[in-house]
C-alpha cells in the first residue's frame, strides 16, 4: 500500500513529523498491525540492513528510531495492551560498572524495530537485576552489553544465576560489545553472541524460537 | 621546557604515556567506581602512575580527567565536585614531573549526542567542555588532549572550548575508529579524511587517533592520516584486543611487539606515540628505545 511505503521512507530519513502525520492518516484505512508491520518495522529493517552493510552510520540510525517511535506514538492507543503484538520480550542493559550503552541502545532500537518488546534496564545494571526483571516481566531473552574489558566478567556472573535458579530452560542468555566474542561468549556460558546490533537481533529471534518449541513440546504431553 | 609545538618543528618525536584504567584497576579501582573518583580520594597513587611512565621515558604525561566532564560526572552524582577533581589530577600529576614532562589534560566524549540525532544541544555541550578545560588550563596543564571522539561536531565544539580559553594551548585532537570493509569510520561514520579536515579546520594543532585498535590498524589509520594531514600527527594505540584468561582480560600485543610495530609509524612521519587500553609503563618503555635508536626526523614539519 502506497501510505505505508511512503511511512517507511519517510521514517528511513529520520522524518518525525512526516512519519507521525503519515501515520495518523494510515490509521483512518489500515489496520493498526498493517501499519506497524509494512510501514515502521518494514523501515527499520531497512535501516537495519544499511547499517550492517556500513551504508549509513549510528546518526542515521538514531534518527529513523526516532522517526518509528514517532509513529508507535499514534498506534500505541489503538492496541489493547495485550493486543500489542510482539516478537518476544527481551531485558536488555549495560552490565554492572559500564557506562558505554551506544551498542546496547543500537540494539535496543533495532529489535523494537523489528518488533520485540524491550524492557531496557538501562547501564550500569547489576546481575541480579537482569534475572528479576526477566522472572517477573516474563521474558524470553537477557541481553548484556559491555564495551570495558574490565566490566564484561560481570556478565558472567548474570549467567551464573540464571543457572543457579534452574532458569536456563525458559530463560536465554544473549551477550555483545566491543571487547567481547563468540569464543567468550562460549567460555563463559551464553547462548549466544551478536556481533552488531543487527546480528543480535536475528539471534534473539533463533534462541525465542528456541524457547517457544520446546515449550510447544511440553504443553503437547 | 620548550614550546610543545617548536619541539616537534625540529624534527623531535616524542613519546606519550600510556594506559590510564587498567593501571587504576591493579590499584583498586572497584567496578562501577568512576576512575576519576581517585582524584578526590587517591592521589597518591596518581602520582605513582605518573612516575611509573617518567620513568618509562614518556615526555607527555596525561591527567586522569577523561571522564571528568560535568555531562559525564553529574550521572556520578559527582556535578557539583568538577572543579576539584579536574584542578587535583592535574596537581597530582606536576607534583612528580614538574618541568621533566609535558603534562597533558584528557578530556574524553561526554557520552551524550547533539540533537537532532541526540537529546543535547551545542551550547549545553560547550558549556560542558568549556567548563573542564578552563579549570585545567587554569590549574597548569601544557597540552589539552581532546581523545576518544566519534563524533566530529563534539570534537569542534571540544577544540574550540579549549582555543577561545588560551590560543596559546596546544591542542592533540584523537577520534576513535572501526575497521569496516568499506574503511577506517567512527561508530558516527566520520572518515580518516574527514577527521583530518574537520580538526584541523576546527583549530586543533595535532591529530590523530587513539583507542579502539591494535597497533596494525593504527599504522594504516596513519598512513592515511598523512596523506591528507600538514599537521603532527599521535597515534596512541591500544596493545590489541583483549582476549579472556581465567578470570582477568588479557590484552595481546606485547612490549616488543609494539615497539617494533612503533617503528612503521615513525617511518610515516608520526610526531607523537603513546599507548592506550592495555598498555603499561613497560610498553612505553619499550617504545622509548626505539624512538631514542631513530633519533629525530630529517624532514621537520
Not at chain 2, 587535583?88 to 603534562?103: C, G, M, S, W
Amino acid at each position: 500500500m502506497e501510505i505505508l511505503n511512503e511511512i517507511s521512507r519517510y521514517l528511513q530519513h529520520g522524518d518525525c513529523e512526516k512519519v507521525g502525520s503519515l501515520t495518523r492518516q494510515a490509521v483512518e484505512k489500515v489496520p493498526p498491525r498493517d501499519i506497524l508491520d509494512n510501514g515502521l518495522i518494514a523501515g527499520m529493517n531497512v535501516i537495519g540492513e544499511k547499517y550492517k552493510a556500513h551504508e549509513i552510520f549510528l546518526p542515521d540510525v538514531l534518527l529513523a528510531a526516532k522517526a518509528m517511535y514517532a509513529g508507535m506514538d499514534v498506534l500505541r492507543p489503538l492496541f489493547l495492551k495485550e493486543e500489542m503484538p510482539t516478537a518476544g520480550k527481551v531485558v536488555i542493559g549495560t552490565v554492572r560498572g559500564d557506562l558505554h550503552d551506544i551498542g546496547k541502545n543500537l540494539v535496543g532500537i533495532m529489535l523494537r524495530g523489528a518488533g520485540f518488546e524491550v524492557i531496557d534496564l538501562g547501564n550500569d545494571v547489576p546481575p541480579e537485576k537482569f534475572v528479576e526483571t526477566a522472572q517477573s516481566e516474563n521474558a524470553t531473552v537477557i541481553g548484556m552489553s559491555a564495551l570495558l574489558t574490565t566490566t564484561m566478567l560481570v556478565m558472567k556472573d548474570v549467567i551464573e544465576i540464571v543457572k543457579e535458579q534452574g532458569l536456563s530452560d525458559r530463560i536465554r542468555t544473549i551477550i555483545g560489545g566491543a571487547p567481547v566474542s563468540a569464543e567468550f561468549a562460549h567460555e563463559i556460558g551464553a547462548d549466544s553472541y551478536g556481533y552488531d546490533s543487527a546480528h543480535a537481533v536475528e539471534q534473539i529471534r533463533v534462541l525465542i524460537r528456541e524457547v517457544n518449541g520446546r515449550h510447544g513440546d511440553r504443553e503437547k504431553r | 621546557m620548550t614550546n610543545l609545538i617548536d619541539e616537534l618543528r625540529s624534527g623531535t618525536i616524542l613519546v606519550a604515556d600510556g594506559a590510564m584504567g587498567t593501571m587504576l584497576m591493579e590499584r583498586g579501582l572497584k567496578q562501577g567506581e568512576p576512575p576519576e573518583l581517585f582524584n578526590l580520594t587517591r592521589t597518591h597513587i596518581l602520582e605513582e602512575i605518573a612516575r611509573l611512565y617518567l620513568d618509562a621515558g614518556a615526555d607527555i604525561i596525561q591527567t586522569n580527567t577523561f571522564g571528568a566532564s560535568p555531562l559525564k560526572l553529574s550521572s556520578y552524582s559527582l556535578g557539583n565536585r568538577v572543579e576539584e577533581i579536574n584542578r587535583n589530577a592535574v596537581l597530582a600529576v606536576r607534583k612528580v614531573v614538574e618541568d621533566h614532562a609535558y603534562i597533558s589534560g584528557s578530556c574524553g566524549p561526554t557520552g551524550r549526542f547533539l540533537k537532532p540525532y541526540g537529546d543535547i544541544e551545542s551550547e549545553e555541550m560547550y558549556n560542558a567542555f568549556e567548563k573542564q578545560i578552563d579549570t585545567l588550563i587554569s590549574s597548569g596543564v601544557d597540552i589539552i588532549c581532546i581523545e576518544t571522539m566519534i563524533d566530529l561536531r563534539e570534537a569542534t565544539l571540544a577544540i574550540k572550548a579549549a582555543k577561545t580559553i588560551s590560543p596559546s594551548t596546544p591542542v592533540i585532537a584523537t577520534m576513535t575508529f572501526d575497521h569496516t570493509p568499506k574503511g577506517f569510520y567512527t561508530i558516527m561514520g566520520v572518515s580518516t579524511e574527514a577527521a583530518v579536515k574537520g580538526l584541523d579546520k576546527a583549530g586543533a594543532d595535532i591529530i590523530g587517533s587513539n583507542c579502539g585498535n591494535g597497533i596494525e590498524n593504527m599504522i594504516k589509520i596513519a598512513q592515511e592520516y598523512k596523506n591528507y594531514s600538514r599537521l603532527p600527527l599521535i597515534i596512541q594505540s591500544n596493545a590489541g584486543i583483549p582476549a579472556v584468561k581465567g578470570d582477568k582480560a588479557v590484552y595481546p600485543e606485547t612490549s616488543e611487539f609494539m615497539a617494533e610495530k612503533a617503528k612503521e609509524l615513525i617511518r610515516i612521519g608520526v610526531a607523537i606515540i603513546g599507548g592506550c587500553c592495555g598498555t603499561t609503563p613497560e610498553h612505553i618503555s619499550a617504545i622509548r628505545k626505539v624512538v631514542d635508536a631513530f633519533g629525530k626526523k630529517t624532514s621537520s614539519l
